[in-house]
């Protein structure tokens, strides 16, 4: 209650008051509080100030007097937030609870490097029987297309980046968690994408909160590809906009759409949604034609090239590169770049907005200057060796043929992430452990991650596989559903 008097403006209130956590306490705590602009708040008498402070009863304290008489409102064992919490997990449909996995690291050996030689250690040494480590599965599932992530280079600079500016930045941007690197990061990027402006963020799931923030309102209706990333839907949700979807990578329904709101509502505010590479169906849009679109029904796009920079378009720049109309591009240093953070990138005046009003962007830590310096050392590998990109696009396609002659459903797309279609969990499950136990990482996706009936197997292909994995793969999975049983 007391942040929410000494935001600095309204505009950062309404951003707040999208939470539903404090949305909802402002009906009961701070019942009597209302959300004034700054210059209010300031003149009200203090006698009012404290009224609405002392108008929720303080939680009993642990081993304090239970006989207290608690008049006003009798405290409730668990605080309202964590009763909300229990409710909604109560409320949670059985099959989906069902299907919740495990966090157990299960693939975390496959992510370490599988030691060279035997290390002794004290309790080996004095016999004792500590169970055998787990034998490494060999990773087909992690977002490392480059393997970026432990690359000498790479991690050379984010060590020197560690030692010279400290673990993290300590401050957000405009505070003074500023490095020399952040800003060497933006300007790299924005040469490298031909983009005006870069604007770094902690996390692509931020970035998207932010894009989809800055660009729509409650005002506003969403246009979005049916299977966008759950990032760009709490946008949606933060920014209280309408949302409606178009089938997944069809420019004739989101024409349709585009039409039929413009006829309705002529000075309707639009916004268009979707992604460069759909990261669990391995799919590209045709993103030329989305593009052309929307810059004929002059309404901004939004594309989330997670998934593609490093990796598709030219030199690995992505699949909107060179699409001027697109409004905003949001990418991640979490996958091919092998780092962590993200950002957002557009012309001047979309970025001075957002530095303007985006929370998401001003009232957070800077990205860590380690990540960041490792994320600018990794876009210099992308551009000194565009050949790895385009191998591996080689390899992917090379799998997909493979995975077709051996019966599976051709993956969709020409991107390293192979989606083989399955449908059904059981299946897909199935096939996950089979893989596992011939020692590959690859997992089962499953509802409600994709929609009901279409579990899968997703492989992701990266540089650097040893050679063999395709046919390792292929012998641990057997002949597929399509196969003539003549040819089993
Ligand atoms: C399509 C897409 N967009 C955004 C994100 C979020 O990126 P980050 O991991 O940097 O938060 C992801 C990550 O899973 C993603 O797959």
């Given at each position: 209650?007391?942040?929410?008097?000494?935001?600095?403006?309204?505009?950062?209130?309404?951003?707040?008051?999208?939470?539903?956590?404090?949305?909802?306490?402002?009906?009961?705590?701070?019942?009597?509080?209302?959300?004034?602009?700054?210059?209010?708040?300031?003149?009200?008498?203090?006698?009012?100030?404290?009224?609405?402070?002392?108008?929720?009863?303080?939680?009993?304290?642990?081993?304090?007097?239970?006989?207290?008489?608690?008049?006003?409102?009798?405290?409730?064992?668990?605080?309202?937030?964590?009763?909300?919490?229990?409710?909604?997990?109560?409320?949670?449909?059985?099959?989906?609870?069902?299907?919740?996995?495990?966090?157990?690291?299960?693939?975390?050996?496959?992510?370490?490097?599988?030691?060279?030689?035997?290390?002794?250690?004290?309790?080996?040494?004095?016999?004792?029987?500590?169970?055998?480590?787990?034998?490494?599965?060999?990773?087909?599932?992690?977002?490392?297309?480059?393997?970026?992530?432990?690359?000498?280079?790479?991690?050379?600079?984010?060590?020197?980046?560690?030692?010279?500016?400290?673990?993290?930045?300590?401050?957000?941007?405009?505070?003074?968690?500023?490095?020399?690197?952040?800003?060497?990061?933006?300007?790299?990027?924005?040469?490298?994408?031909?983009?005006?402006?870069?604007?770094?963020?902690?996390?692509?799931?931020?970035?998207?909160?932010?894009?989809?923030?800055?660009?729509?309102?409650?005002?506003?209706?969403?246009l979005?590809?049916?299977?966008?990333?759950?990032?760009?839907?709490?946008?949606?949700?933060?920014?209280?906009?309408?949302?409606?979807?178009f089938?997944?990578?069809?420019p004739?329904d989101l024409e349709r759409l585009l039409l039929s709101e413009r006829r309705?509502?002529?000075?309707a505010?639009l916004?268009v949604?979707?992604?460069?590479?759909?990261?669990?169906?391995?799919?590209?849009?045709?993103?030329?034609?989305?593009?052309?679109l929307c810059?004929h029904h002059?309404v901004?796009?939004?594309?989330?090239?997670?998934?593609?920079?490093?990796?598709?378009?030219?030199?690995?720049?992505?699949?909107?590169?060179?699409?001027?109309?697109?409004?905003?591009?949001?990418?991640?240093?979490?996958?091919?770049?092998?780092?962590?953070?993200?950002?957002?990138?557009?012309?001047?005046?979309?970025?001075?907005?957002?530095?303007?009003?985006?929370?998401?962007?001003?009232?957070?830590?800077?990205?860590?200057?380690?990540?960041?310096?490792?994320?600018?050392?990794?876009?210099?590998?992308?551009?000194?060796?565009?050949?790895?990109?385009?191998?591996?696009?080689?390899?992917?396609?090379?799998?997909?043929?493979?995975?077709?002659?051996?019966?599976?459903?051709?993956?969709?797309?020409?991107?390293?992430?192979?989606?083989?279609?399955?449908?059904?969990?059981?299946?897909?499950?199935?096939?996950?452990?089979?893989?596992?136990?011939?020692?590959?990482?690859?997992?089962?996706?499953?509802?409600?991650?994709?929609?009901?009936?279409?579990?899968?197997?997703?492989?992701?292909?990266?540089?650097?596989?040893?050679?063999?994995?395709?046919?390792?793969?292929?012998?641990?999975?057997?002949?597929?559903?399509?196969?003539?049983?003549?040819?089993?």
């Amino acid at each position: 209650m007391t942040c929410l008097q000494f935001l600095p403006d309204p505009l950062d209130q309404a951003w707040l008051l999208q939470d539903p956590c404090i949305r909802a306490t402002k009906g009961r705590a701070v019942a009597r509080c209302s959300i004034r602009s700054h210059a209010s708040i300031q003149t009200a008498p203090q006698s009012r100030r404290r009224d609405a402070l002392i108008s929720s009863p303080p939680a009993p304290v642990s081993g304090a007097d239970d006989t207290a008489d608690h008049t006003i409102e009798p405290a409730a064992a668990e605080p309202p937030w964590r009763q909300r919490l229990r409710a909604a997990l109560g409320d949670l449909p059985a099959v989906r609870r069902r299907r919740l996995r495990s966090l157990a690291p299960t693939g975390a050996a496959a992510l370490q490097p599988a030691p060279t030689e035997p290390q002794a250690t004290a309790d080996t040494r004095a016999g004792a029987a500590s169970p055998p480590p787990p034998s490494p599965l060999l990773d087909l599932a992690s977002n490392d297309y480059l393997g970026l992530s432990r690359d000498p280079a790479v991690l050379a600079a984010a060590a020197a980046e560690l030692h010279a500016s400290g673990l993290g930045a300590t401050a957000s941007r405009l505070i003074c968690g500023t490095r020399p690197v952040h800003l060497q990061l933006e300007q790299a990027l924005a040469a490298w994408l031909g983009r005006e402006r870069v604007l770094l963020f902690p996390s692509g799931f931020q970035a998207n909160l932010a894009a989809v923030c800055a660009l729509a309102d409650r005002h506003s209706l969403v246009l979005a590809d049916r299977l966008i990333h759950h990032s760009l839907l709490a946008g949606v949700r933060a920014c209280g906009a309408r949302i409606k979807r178009f089938a997944h990578n069809d420019p004739a329904d989101l024409e349709r759409l585009l039409l039929s709101e413009r006829r309705a509502r002529p000075e309707a505010r639009l916004l268009v949604l979707c992604e460069s590479l759909y990261s669990m169906e391995g799919s590209t849009p045709p993103l030329a034609a989305l593009a052309a679109l929307c810059e004929h029904h002059r309404v901004p796009l939004l594309v989330d090239e997670a998934h593609a920079l490093g990796v598709l378009g030219p030199g690995g720049r992505g699949l909107a590169h060179g699409i001027a109309s697109v409004a905003l591009v949001s990418g991640t240093f979490g996958k091919a770049f092998g780092s962590g953070g993200a950002f957002l990138a557009g012309d001047s005046l979309v970025g001075d907005w957002l530095l303007q009003s985006s929370g998401a962007f001003r009232y957070t830590t800077a990205l860590a200057p380690p990540l960041a310096a490792g994320a600018l050392a990794a876009l210099g590998r992308i551009q000194a060796d565009p050949e790895a990109a385009s191998a591996l696009l080689e390899r992917s396609s090379r799998w997909r043929d493979a995975l077709e002659a051996a019966g599976w459903p051709r993956p969709p797309g020409e991107g390293p992430i192979l989606s083989v279609r399955l449908g059904d969990d059981a299946a897909a499950l199935a096939a996950q452990e089979r893989l596992e136990a011939a020692g590959l990482l690859a997992l089962a996706i499953r509802p409600p991650t994709v929609p009901e009936g279409t579990a899968r197997l997703r492989l992701v292909l990266r540089t650097g596989l040893p050679s063999g994995t395709l046919e390792k793969l292929l012998v641990a999975l057997g002949p597929g559903p399509h196969l003539p049983s003549a040819s089993r």
